[in-house]
């Protein structure tokens, strides 16, 4: 079974550019979410899905941060624009059905540095 | 609002050796508890996790973890170590409420040197 893909695995730029990032699902996977990860914590979620519709996006800088996920499958997480502090690890994670219980699947995450 | 707190930010042992990387959680009602690990440049793996039933869970990789509700912990362990198990661990909790997005600690790195 193919595990959860992300790309790119790293990226580079200055603030106030704008950079996106790509998640793929382990197929089937009902719940998806994207954490951010700083560097010496814990990854904190900024989004989650279930299928295509947004179940909790109240940690999400919604000044410049966006995301979707089309026809519930593939997601895409944007920044515009970035600042300094965007600086980490990007997580994705898919979940079966997004039940308290279930195990999070997570993808190798995009390290994201921001100058 | 629940909260993790993982007591140790670094834990170096020896190879072989016992290791015990603890974990607290804050909350009133009833939780779900994981361990995850992350290996350098990978993503979170989980180890194992307590839902309800039998206090002591048994992981992945030889490791297990004691739930203990009077004290809120739940600490993970390994009788012997070894150098692969060099890593990052995460405790989370799983919330009660709507939502099921993971809080987790900050993080311990168990360093194991022969």
């Known amino acids: 079974e193919a595990g959860v893909a992300q790309s790119p695995r790293y990226k580079i730029i200055e603030k106030r550019q704008s950079v996106a990032f790509w998640c793929n699902p382990i197929s089937g996977h009902a719940t998806l979410y994207w954490y951010q990860q700083i560097l010496g914590q814990g990854p904190k979620l900024l989004i989650q899905f279930q299928n295509n519709g947004v179940v909790d996006d109240s940690q999400l800088p919604k000044d410049r941060f966006s995301a979707e996920r089309l026809k519930g499958v593939d997601s895409t997480l944007k920044i515009q624009p970035a600042k300094l502090e965007d600086s980490a690890v990007y997580l994705c994670?898919?979940?079966?059905?997004?039940?308290?219980?279930?195990?999070?699947?997570f993808g190798p995450g995009t390290r994201l540095t921001v100058l | 609002a629940q909260s993790v707190t993982q007591l140790d930010s670094q834990v170096p042992v020896f190879e072989e050796a016992p290791v015990e990387l603890r974990c607290n959680y804050s909350?009133?009602?009833?939780?779900?508890l994981f361990w995850y690990v992350q290996y350098p440049n990978q993503g979170l793996q989980l180890l194992l996790k307590?839902?309800?039933?039998?206090?002591l869970v048994k992981g992945i990789n030889g490791f297990e973890a004691e739930f203990n509700k009077s004290q809120t912990s739940f600490h993970l362990r390994k009788p012997s170590v070894h150098i692969s198990d060099t890593a990052e661990y995460f405790c989370?909790?799983?919330?009660?409420?709507?939502?099921?997005?993971?809080?987790f600690g900050k993080g311990t790195t168990l360093s194991v040197s022969s």
């Open positions: 307590y839902l309800s039933g039998s206090t």
């Open positions: 989370a909790v799983s919330p009660n409420q709507a939502g099921t997005a993971l809080i």
């Open positions: 909350s009133s009602v009833s939780v779900y």
């Open positions: 994670a898919s979940s079966i059905a997004g039940g308290r219980a279930d195990t999070q699947y």
